[in-house]
């Protein structure tokens, strides 16, 4: 049971203990995002190539956005990281780790690793996994929270057990409404809510929410949840709960802060407001198409000639019908090629010929339809909590 007994070694246990003075030890790069009180350091975390750090108790990890042209799934040691409470066990034993299963449920469970991988059929779903704040730090104005630019994403095959079955071996008892997710950390205050999450009992029966123990063909890294964490394909990844070792089945929709407070949306129109605009609000839930240009960055200097750029796509789970391409700044389009299909919540690849002439400057830029007709809007979508970006992105490169 060599892959369920992972321990986190002695040295990166206590690197994680001195996040902060290890992160500001390495920190000898910077990166600069495109906005106002952007310059960010480069951390080393335990299982993790440098990534940029927002914080670093609790962790929030931001991948490179190069990274993403390097592959259309996104390694493991370079996927983004975001938790909410400080509290994070510092090593988890993957043998000793229980699921349980309880509440409205004709049978409590308490699940093995090994039972999850024995016990229940495995499924293997490529989804992204983009935390609600992605790109907030391009929000205007500016909202409170984490300011990330675009790399609070990322893409993995991810293998588990669907938790319809799991719910189903419990036996499921008339009158369940939502069922509600808990992980191992803990707040550092008695005061700050535990990190809870609930989905409605029709999502959580569906077959593609899964309970996975493997992630991109290994274990979960540790910040992203080892041993299991909640999949939850085309929502966002607030729903994602990571180091899963709870699961209760509940007969009200649930009131805890990060449902009835927290990851809300106005509930009006397609969710965009004008900034001090108040409106009744509702859980955020699905993503919106995205497309970026990953080959290129804003600023670039190309040479002449004819190139390939290529950038991804995403939706929220309707797949990527079409992306097209403008190097005129929108004026003039052309429909680029899709990469491989690996389903409808994974990244797609896209490509096309860029014809550049030396002494010329071009603005690029990407635009995605997904399969359910949603275009990506020419205008940014403002939000309070700083969710639901999907602009048209844009760049300007110049040929020498
Ligand atoms: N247990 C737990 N799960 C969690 C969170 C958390 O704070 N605790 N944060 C959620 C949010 S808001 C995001 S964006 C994703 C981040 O997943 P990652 O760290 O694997 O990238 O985890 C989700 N699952
Ligand atoms: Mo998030």
Same mark, same amino acid.
């Given at each position: 049971?060599?892959?369920?007994?992972?321990?986190?070694?002695?040295?990166?246990?206590?690197?994680?203990?001195?996040?902060?003075?290890?992160?500001?030890?390495?920190?000898?790069?910077?990166?600069?995002?495109?906005?106002?009180?952007?310059?960010?350091?480069?951390?080393?975390?335990?299982?993790?190539?440098?990534?940029?750090?927002?914080?670093?108790?609790?962790?929030?990890?931001?991948?490179?956005?190069?990274?993403?042209?390097?592959?259309?799934?996104?390694?493991?040691?370079?996927?983004?990281?975001?938790?909410?409470?400080?509290?994070?066990?510092?090593? $988890?034993? @993957?043998?000793?780790?229980?699921?349980? %299963?309880?509440? *409205?449920? =004709?049978? /409590?469970?308490?699940?093995?690793? !090994?039972?999850?991988?024995?016990?229940?059929?495995?499924?293997?779903?490529?989804?992204?996994?983009?935390?609600?704040?992605?790109?907030?730090?391009?929000?205007?104005?500016?909202?409170?929270?984490?300011?990330?630019?675009?790399?609070?994403?990322?893409?993995?095959?991810?293998?588990?057990?669907?938790?319809?079955?799991?719910?189903?071996?419990?036996?499921?008892?008339?009158?369940?409404?939502?069922?509600?997710?808990?992980?191992?950390?803990?707040?550092?205050?008695?005061?700050?809510?535990?990190?809870?999450?609930?989905?409605?009992?029709?999502?959580?029966?569906?077959?593609?929410?899964?309970?996975?123990?493997?992630?991109?063909?290994?274990?979960?890294?540790?910040?992203?949840?080892?041993?299991?964490?909640?999949? $939850?394909? @085309?929502?966002?990844?607030?729903?994602? %709960?990571?180091? *899963?070792? =709870?699961? /209760?089945?509940?007969?009200?929709? !649930?009131?805890?802060?990060?449902?009835?407070?927290?990851?809300?949306?106005?509930?009006?129109?397609?969710?965009?407001?004008?900034?001090?605009?108040?409106?009744?609000?509702?859980?955020?839930?699905?993503?919106?198409?995205?497309?970026?240009?990953?080959?290129?960055?804003?600023?670039?200097?190309?040479?002449?000639?004819?190139?390939?750029?290529?950038?991804?796509?995403?939706?929220?789970?309707?797949?990527?019908?079409?992306?097209?391409?403008?190097?005129?700044?929108?004026?003039?389009?052309?429909?680029?090629?899709?990469?491989?299909?690996?389903?409808?919540?994974?990244?797609?690849?896209?490509?096309?010929?860029?014809?550049?002439?030396?002494?010329?400057?071009?603005?690029?830029?990407?635009?995605?339809?997904?399969?359910?007709?949603?275009?990506?809007?020419?205008?940014?979508?403002?939000?309070?909590?700083?969710?639901?970006?999907?602009?048209?992105?844009?760049?300007?490169?110049?040929?020498?």
């Amino acid at each position: 049971m060599r892959r369920s007994s992972f321990l986190i070694g002695g040295a990166a246990v206590s690197g994680l203990a001195t996040l902060s003075a290890r992160s500001r030890a390495l920190a000898q790069e910077t990166i600069t995002e495109p906005f106002a009180n952007g310059a960010r350091p480069l951390g080393s975390f335990p299982q993790k190539r440098p990534l940029i750090v927002l914080t670093s108790r609790p962790p929030q990890l931001e991948t490179p956005f190069r990274l993403f042209n390097e592959g259309v799934f996104t390694p493991n040691d370079a996927f983004f990281v975001r938790w909410h409470l400080a509290g994070i066990p510092t090593k $988890v034993d @993957g043998r000793a780790f229980r699921i349980k %299963v309880h509440g *409205l449920v =004709d049978n /409590e469970l308490a699940l093995s690793i !090994d039972d999850l991988r024995r016990g229940f059929e495995p499924v293997e779903i490529p989804a992204v996994c983009q935390c609600s704040g992605n790109s907030r730090g391009f929000f205007n104005p500016r909202v409170p929270g984490g300011q990330w630019a675009n790399g609070a994403m990322g893409n993995a095959r991810w293998r588990g057990a669907r938790l319809g079955d799991v719910l189903k071996r419990a036996g499921v008892k008339a009158g369940a409404v939502q069922v509600r997710f808990n992980g191992l950390e803990m707040p550092v205050l008695p005061t700050t809510p535990d990190f809870i999450k609930a989905l409605d009992m029709d999502l959580a029966t569906s077959p593609d929410v899964i309970v996975a123990y493997e992630m991109n063909g290994g274990n979960l890294p540790l910040l992203n949840g080892f041993p299991v964490r909640l999949v $939850v394909p @085309g929502y966002f990844a607030t729903y994602w %709960v990571k180091m *899963l070792d =709870d699961i /209760e089945v509940i007969a009200a929709a !649930d009131q805890n802060f990060w449902m009835k407070t927290a990851y809300r949306i106005p509930a009006v129109g397609d969710g965009c407001i004008q900034p001090g605009q108040t409106t009744p609000t509702t859980p955020i839930t699905k993503m919106r198409v995205r497309s970026f240009i990953t080959s290129l960055a804003d600023g670039d200097k190309i040479s002449g000639g004819r190139r390939r750029v290529q950038g991804i796509a995403f939706d929220g789970g309707s797949g990527i019908a079409r992306v097209d391409f403008s190097s005129d700044g929108g004026a003039t389009w052309t429909q680029a090629a899709l990469g491989a299909d690996y389903g409808k919540y994974s990244f797609r690849q896209w490509s096309v010929a860029l014809d550049a002439q030396a002494g010329r400057s071009y603005h690029l830029a990407c635009r995605a339809t997904a399969h359910d007709g949603a275009v990506q809007p020419a205008t940014a979508c403002w939000t309070p909590g700083g969710y639901l970006r999907n602009i048209i992105e844009s760049l300007s490169v110049s040929a020498g």
